[in-house]
């Protein structure tokens, strides 16, 4: 693997578990503020699609890892997770405020769009590899800035 590859796999690790620390935030806060609890989805589903999608086989997270991670986030306090979830947005290279709540149905429409235009990249037989990287690279800017 080349440094670039490395860090595309790494930035993409960073993300998936800023997202599940993000689901494991809100839920927390959810169920301080007595309000029905969410049926876990939208972060969850862009967590595995992310995982399948951008990384190769070999460097994926196993379900196993998923559930762990998940398991072991929900048992955190609110202030952990804030702080955490922080520290892997930003790792991630993505812009968000110290305990924002991220998981509106704007950003699930955002998300649900994002990943029918990088299937469609992906699944592209026009294209080689690197063009698709690029296209992808491309779509990830647009999107999370």
Excluded: C, H, Y
């Excluded at 994926?60 to 955490?84: A, H, N, P, Y």
């Excluded at 509106?104 to 990943?115: K, L, P, R």
């Amino acid at each position: 693997m080349i440094r670039e590859d490395i860090g595309t796999v790494q930035k993409a690790k960073q993300l998936i578990t800023a997202v599940l620390l993000q689901e494991a935030l809100e839920m927390r806060r959810n169920r301080v503020k007595g309000e029905p609890e969410q049926v876990p989805g939208t972060p969850l589903m862009f967590a595995i699609w992310l995982n399948r999608s951008a990384l190769n086989k070999r460097m994926r997270f196993t379900d196993d890892e998923m559930i762990d991670m998940r398991m072991r986030f929900r048992g955190l306090s609110i202030r952990e997770l804030e702080k955490l979830a922080f520290r892997m947005w930003k790792a991630s290279g993505v812009s968000v405020k110290r305990g924002a709540f991220i998981w509106s149905n704007n950003v699930a429409a955002s998300i649900m769009q994002f990943s029918a235009n990088a299937t469609v990249i992906i699944a592209s037989k026009d294209q080689t590899d690197g063009q698709k990287n690029e296209a992808l690279s491309l779509l990830i800017r647009r999107m999370f800035g």
